[in-house]
Each structure stands twice: as structure tokens, then as C-alpha cells.
């Protein structure tokens, strides 16, 4: 069975404070994905990653770091966190291949609440 | 840009009778697929189907939708709703060539007894 682990589940910071997500995946799929989900928006793409060592911009990356140190994980970074960063955070990992449209496989997602 | 667009915030129907949640798109991507995904209550989305031929109808769960080429479109159907469908739903577009996603906003489905 795929998984996708994210931690923690709930978490809440301070303004201006640094925040950690944490996501593993034991499905060895090359690509993962951050997204944050709000309400009237849909899922929004943070940042991604095709590989370990590698990170790219999504749609919406200001703001945020990620880091891909390994195959299986996949970190999501605030440095300075803000209100507006208040949001349920999902973390995904694809199984893309050759000829196969992927099929994302999300985690449970984090909520994050910025005071 | 590319987009894709989920007309109703929530829909709320009966339980027993059909259901149609609507999506429609523009891109530019010339080799792309599509999904629904479906989020239940206190837990990830999770691919509900998904599609990359041009009226070729699809099938899962009792649920289907067909990808309409010429009208942009790929609506989510169902021809009985049951409780247990009531969630949120989100058509997504995928560039294959890419591997990048764009979702809608979500359509929140409640089914009432």
C-alpha cells in the first residue's frame, strides 16, 4: 500500500517564528509535491521536487522553502511565518512513468495556524 | 493561463437521485489528462478517476465522466447519490508532458436523506 506520512499533524506557531513540515513517502515515486489548501481556492501548489537534491517553484513559492534531501522525503519550510500562511497543508507524491498520466498520492496534511 | 473552472461551491442533493458536478478548462498544453479527486471528511484526496481519451466515458465507483474535447469539459456524474458521497470534490488538469497539475477550487457535495 502507497504511503505518504506527513508531520505534524496540527501545528502552531508564532509570527515571525520558523516552521518545519516534515512529509516521507514509502512509495519510491520520483516526484513530491506541497500544496496548501484554502477554501475558494482549491489546492495550490507550493513547491515540487522530480528527484533528491532537486527543488522548483510551483504557482505559489513566496514565502517557502523546500528541501528533498532523500527519495523519501520531502520538507516544506517557513523561515518567517505569517498569518496569511495559516492554511492545511498537503503533501503528495506521484507515480509518474513513462506513457502513464501520474496519480498524485496525498498525505494527511498538516494544519497550521500562524497567530 | 491554463485553468480550470468548478461553477458551484456546494451542491446539495438528495439521496437516490442523480448528480452533476460540473468542470470545464482552458489550456494550452497539447498533451494533457484529467481527474477527479475526491476528499472525504478529515482525510487526503484521493484520485476518484481519471481520463486522457476524448469521449471515452469513464467509470469508478459508480461514478463517471467523459472528456469533452470540442466543449472543455469534464463533468462528474453519478445516477443514484448515496450518503456516503458527500465530500469534497476537485477536477484537476494535468500536463503529461510537465507532470503539472491544475486544480479547481472544489466542489463541496452534500447528499441529504
Known amino acids: 500500500e502507497a504511503a505518504v506520512t506527513q508531520s505534524p499533524r496540527n501545528k502552531v506557531a508564532v509570527t515571525g517564528g520558523k516552521v518545519t513540515l516534515s512529509c516521507n513517502q514509502t512509495n519510491n515515486h520520483n516526484n513530491m509535491y506541497w500544496y496548501r489548501q484554502d477554501t475558494g481556492h482549491g489546492l495550490r501548489l507550493i513547491h515540487y521536487?522530480?528527484?533528491?537534491?532537486?527543488?522548483e517553484k510551483g504557482d505559489i513559492p513566496d514565502g517557502y522553502k523546500a528541501s528533498r534531501p532523500s527519495q523519501e522525503n520531502f520538507s516544506l519550510i517557513l523561515e518567517l511565518a505569517t498569518p496569511s500562511q495559516t492554511s492545511v497543508y498537503f503533501c503528495?507524491?506521484?507515480?509518474?512513468?513513462?506513457?502513464?498520466?501520474?496519480?498524485?498520492?496525498f498525505g494527511s496534511g498538516t494544519r497550521l495556524t500562524v497567530l | 493561463g491554463d485553468s480550470v473552472t468548478q461553477t458551484e461551491g456546494l451542491v446539495t442533493v438528495t439521496e437516490g437521485l442523480p448528480v452533476k458536478l460540473n468542470c470545464t478548462y482552458q489550456?494550452?498544453?497539447?498533451?494533457?489528462?484529467f481527474f477527479w479527486y475526491v476528499q472525504y471528511l478529515n482525510e487526503a484526496p484521493q484520485v476518484l478517476l481519471k481520463s486522457s481519451t476524448d469521449n471515452k466515458r469513464t467509470e469508478h465507483q459508480g461514478f463517471h465522466a467523459t472528456l469533452h474535447k470540442s466543449s472543455s469539459s469534464f463533468h462528474l456524474q453519478k445516477s443514484s447519490a448515496q450518503l456516503s458521497d458527500s465530500a469534497l470534490y476537485y477536477c484537476a488538469l494535468l500536463n503529461t508532458g510537465n507532470y503539472k497539475y491544475v486544480f479547481g477550487a472544489g466542489t463541496r457535495l452534500k447528499v441529504i436523506a
Open positions: 489550456t494550452t498544453y497539447l498533451t494533457i489528462a
Open positions: 521536487s522530480y528527484g533528491a537534491g532537486s527543488t
Open positions: 503528495a507524491s506521484g507515480d509518474a512513468g513513462q506513457g502513464r498520466a501520474e496519480t498524485l498520492y
